[in-house]
């Protein structure tokens, strides 16, 4: 870096989007990030700006303490942040064109991110804010494939932390909708398997980040 960012940059910095990294600002304040490689222009339309690696830990002091080998908490939603959703919504409302735009846009921003953080540049396989952040990204995952969440009108997907470190728990009481999910993982680069628990019978999936 050539210098250190500004305070209008780091506040920029600071706002971006907690899951995709994504930024807003002005042009030439965009243009100031990616010159000290704090964050990317996405080469697809609509071309946004997303974090890079170097720009995301600079929001790490502001963050929440160290929570490893802890579970993961559900992501708080505030107005107007983007969050994927794992199917404990109450009452979800956008759900028409402009939600598709988000996920979409959300998900090409997690591929460039593997593209710049992956030491051999694979977009087939999850990074390491994925697996630093698993119920978000396989939610995000799910989504992306056009999986439905669960609502309280509706059966859906529900995502959840495990006890094990690197993986996440995939409910949905249909099973051709655990195998839609399962695939969904799959081709997202996550390794899927499906068990049963021991007290109530349920199916459920087993998924974690594939590194190889």
């Avoid at 398997?193 to 109530?200: A, H, S």
Wanted: charged share 25%.
């Amino acid at each position: 870096m050539a210098r250190p960012p500004t305070a209008v940059q780091r506040r920029i910095i600071q706002a971006a989007d907690p899951v995709t990294g994504r930024v807003q600002g002005t042009e030439a304040q965009l243009a100031g990030l990616v010159r000290l490689r704090l964050a990317f222009r996405h080469p697809r339309p609509p071309h946004d700006h997303f974090l890079t690696p170097a720009g995301h830990r600079l929001r790490e002091p502001a963050e929440a303490p160290d929570r490893t080998e802890q579970p993961e908490p559900a992501p708080e939603r505030a107005p107007g942040v983007f969050a994927a959703r794992v199917g404990d919504e109450e009452a979800p409302k956008d759900s028409g064109p402009t939600r598709v735009h988000e996920v979409r846009s959300a998900w090409q921003g997690l591929i460039e991110m593997r593209r710049i953080t992956n030491p051999d540049g694979a977009t087939d396989r999850p990074c390491a804010w994925e697996r630093a952040h698993l119920v978000q990204a396989a939610a995000l995952a799910l989504e992306a494939a056009s999986c439905p969440p669960a609502t309280p009108d509706g059966e859906g997907y529900r995502v959840s932390s495990t006890p094990q470190p690197d993986a996440v728990a995939v409910r949905h009481p249909d099973p051709d909708g655990r195998r839609a999910c399962a695939a969904a993982l799959e081709q997202a680069g996550w390794q899927v398997g499906e068990y049963t628990e021991p007290r109530t019978g349920a199916r459920y999936l087993l998924a974690s980040p594939r590194r190889v």
